[in-house]
C-alpha cells in the first residue's frame, strides 16, 4: 500500500488517496470511473467511495496500481473476490497490473477449449490459485514487446504454449509459437491471431468466437468522445503503418478489451462504424 506521508494533497479528503508515486497509466481510473479522476496529471480520489460497491472498486484500484500508489488511512484488507473481475461473459481482468508494462491490462479466458491468458499481470499467489482452480492456462497470447510482465512464470507453472510476433519475439524468448507476416493465423476454430504493426512492429491482436477482440496498445474506447481511439503519443513504430493495419482490419467484434484505455461493449455493425471513423480521422 502507498504511504500516507506521500499523499498526492489534490486527493478529496478522507480515509482513501492516492500518493505522488503515481504513473498516470489511468488503470486505477478504469475500474473506478467517477471516483478516481485525473488532476495535475496524475490519478487522484475525486470524492470518497460512498456506497459499497464504490468501496469495492477502491480496492480493486488498490490491488491493480503498478506502484501501490493506491492507499487507505485505516488500513484493512480487500475483499478476496475482487480479481480476476468477470468484465464479460466468460472473461475476467486479472487485475495486479505490472509496472513493468506501465500498467496495462491482462486477461483471463474460461473456456472448454482450453483457457487463455492474454498479455500477463504481476506473478501473485492469488491469481496463480485462481487460475488453478478454473482448469489452469493453456495458451499465452502477448499483444506486443511492453506487455508480457511475468508471462514467463506464468507459461512455466501451467506449462502453457506462448505466442507472440516475430518482431517482437526478443521480449519473449521463451515463446513456444511465433507468428509471423501480416496474414491472420488461426490459433483453432474459435481463436485467431491477427498481426497490427504500429503501436509496435510486432503488434497481434487476438480475436475470439468472432465477439471478443483483444487489442493490446493497438485500440480502446475513448468514453469521453465515445469513440474508439488510437494512442498517436506512444506509437514507438509507425501511425502510418497503424492506419493500414486498422484499415486491413475487416474482423466482427462486440467487445474491445484492450491494455491501456477502457474496454467497451457494442453491436458489431456499432464497432465497424467506429472503426471506420477512427481509420478516416487518423
Same mark, same amino acid.
Given at each position: 500500500?502507498?504511504?500516507?506521508?506521500?499523499?498526492?494533497?489534490?486527493? =478529496?479528503?478522507?480515509?482513501?488517496?492516492?500518493?505522488?508515486?503515481c504513473?498516470?497509466?489511468?488503470?486505477?481510473?478504469?475500474?473506478?470511473?467517477?471516483?478516481?479522476i485525473r488532476r495535475?496529471?496524475?490519478s487522484?480520489? *475525486?470524492?470518497? $467511495?460512498?456506497?459499497?460497491?464504490?468501496?469495492?472498486m477502491?480496492?480493486?484500484a =488498490?490491488?491493480?496500481?503498478?506502484?501501490?500508489?493506491?492507499? &487507505?488511512?485505516?488500513?484493512?484488507?480487500?475483499?478476496s473476490?475482487?480479481?480476476?473481475?468477470?468484465?464479460?461473459? *466468460?472473461?475476467?481482468?486479472? %487485475?495486479?497490473?505490472?509496472?513493468?508494462?506501465?500498467?496495462?491490462?491482462?486477461?483471463?479466458?474460461?473456456?472448454?477449449?482450453g483457457?487463455?491468458?492474454v498479455?500477463?499481470?504481476r506473478?501473485?499467489?492469488?491469481?496463480?490459485?485462481?487460475?488453478?482452480? =478454473?482448469? *489452469?492456462?493453456? +495458451?499465452v497470447?502477448?499483444?506486443?514487446?511492453? +506487455?508480457?510482465?511475468?508471462?514467463? &512464470?506464468?507459461?512455466n507453472?501451467?506449462?502453457a504454449?506462448?505466442?507472440?510476433?516475430?518482431? +517482437?519475439? +526478443?521480449?519473449? $524468448?521463451?515463446?513456444t509459437?511465433?507468428?509471423k507476416?501480416?496474414?491472420?493465423t488461426e490459433?483453432? =476454430?474459435?481463436?485467431?491471431?491477427?498481426?497490427? $504493426? %504500429?503501436?509496435?512492429k510486432?503488434?497481434v491482436?487476438?480475436?475470439?468466437?468472432?465477439?471478443?477482440?483483444?487489442?493490446?496498445?493497438?485500440l480502446?474506447?475513448?468514453?469521453?468522445?465515445?469513440?474508439?481511439t488510437?494512442?498517436?503519443?506512444?506509437?514507438w513504430?509507425?501511425w502510418?503503418?497503424?492506419? &493500414?493495419?486498422?484499415?486491413?482490419?475487416?474482423v466482427?467484434f462486440?467487445?474491445?478489451?484492450?491494455?491501456?484505455?477502457h474496454?467497451?461493449?457494442?453491436?458489431?455493425?456499432? @464497432? &465497424?462504424?467506429?472503426?471506420?471513423?477512427?481509420?478516416?480521422? @487518423?
Amino acid at each position: 500500500m502507498s504511504k500516507e506521508a506521500e499523499r498526492n494533497p489534490a486527493n =478529496a479528503a478522507g480515509d482513501w488517496y492516492i500518493d505522488t508515486n503515481c504513473i498516470d497509466c489511468a488503470a486505477a481510473r478504469e475500474v473506478a470511473p467517477g471516483l478516481i479522476i485525473r488532476r495535475g496529471g496524475k490519478s487522484v480520489f *475525486g470524492r470518497q $467511495p460512498a456506497t459499497r460497491e464504490e468501496e469495492h472498486m477502491a480496492w480493486r484500484a =488498490a490491488l491493480l496500481c503498478p506502484t501501490a500508489s493506491v492507499g &487507505r488511512t485505516r488500513g484493512g484488507k480487500p475483499p478476496s473476490d475482487l480479481f480476476p473481475q468477470e468484465i464479460a461473459p *466468460g472473461v475476467f481482468r486479472c %487485475g495486479y497490473n505490472a509496472l513493468s508494462s506501465f500498467g496495462a491490462h491482462s486477461y483471463f479466458v474460461a473456456r472448454k477449449e482450453g483457457n487463455l491468458l492474454v498479455d500477463s499481470p504481476r506473478y501473485v499467489n492469488h491469481l496463480v490459485e485462481a487460475f488453478e482452480k =478454473a482448469g *489452469g492456462i493453456a +495458451d499465452v497470447l502477448l499483444t506486443h514487446r511492453d +506487455d508480457v510482465a511475468d508471462a514467463d &512464470r506464468y507459461a512455466n507453472h501451467f506449462s502453457a504454449r506462448v505466442w507472440i510476433h516475430e518482431y +517482437d519475439a +526478443d521480449a519473449a $524468448p521463451y515463446a513456444t509459437n511465433i507468428l509471423k507476416g501480416t496474414a491472420a493465423t488461426e490459433i483453432d =476454430a474459435e481463436l485467431s491471431a491477427v498481426p497490427v $504493426p %504500429g503501436h509496435t512492429k510486432g503488434s497481434v491482436i487476438y480475436l475470439l468466437s468472432r465477439t471478443y477482440l483483444f487489442t493490446g496498445d493497438t485500440l480502446a474506447w475513448d468514453p469521453e468522445r465515445k469513440s474508439l481511439t488510437a494512442f498517436r503519443q506512444a506509437c514507438w513504430y509507425s501511425w502510418s503503418e497503424l492506419k &493500414r493495419s486498422l484499415a486491413r482490419l475487416e474482423v466482427p467484434f462486440e467487445w474491445l478489451l484492450p491494455g491501456h484505455g477502457h474496454s467497451h461493449h457494442l453491436h458489431a455493425q456499432d @464497432m &465497424r462504424e467506429h472503426l471506420r471513423a477512427l481509420v478516416g480521422a @487518423m
